[in-house]
């Protein structure tokens, strides 16, 4: 694994217009320490292979395996803007709410403006900082790993 990066496996479907049809293994990727104790990997597993359209660069064909790369800083900023942000702004929301009618209703209302008013905010914000959402890198690998064997065919 590359220092810094979120990765997961994945085997090139097709390749059509610029961009590749990639079927991306379902189990835990392991990259913070949980391993085999990961509540995503565990819910993933036995599901089918993800696909994922994204743009190719070089000669990348169908059939390579291929590594799938998140940066974790990008990845981080992106999920307190979307996670945490929300989840602030809907509690002063409902505080807001609270003190200004005090009735459960004007809490309620606060809480429901709070968390709409952050994601138009976000929308606003990655839209106007273009590198603020990951965009995942196609890494060519030379050789599949033996766990990976039933995400090769996807229907």
Not at 89 to 112: C, E, K, Q, R, Y
């Amino acid at each position: 694994m590359s220092a810094g990066m979120i990765e997961h496996r994945g085997i090139i479907q097709r390749v059509e217009d610029g961009k590749a049809i990639v079927a991306m293994e379902t189990a835990g990727c392991s990259s913070c320490g949980q391993g085999s104790s990961c509540g995503i990997g565990k819910m993933a597993s036995g599901r089918p292979a993800t696909l994922l359209t994204l743009p190719v660069s070089g000669d990348l064909k169908a059939g390579d395996f291929v590594l799938i790369g998140l940066p974790e800083s990008k990845l981080t900023l992106s999920a307190l803007l979307g996670y945490l942000f929300p989840a602030f702004t809907m509690i002063f929301g409902a505080w807001l709410g609270a003190v200004l009618d005090g009735s459960d209703g004007a809490t309620a209302l606060g809480a429901i403006a709070g968390f709409l008013g952050a994601l138009s905010i976000a929308r606003v914000v990655i839209g106007l900082i273009p590198g603020l959402m990951p965009a995942p890198q196609l890494i060519p690998i030379s050789k599949p790993s033996p766990a990976f064997p039933k995400e090769y065919h996807h229907d």
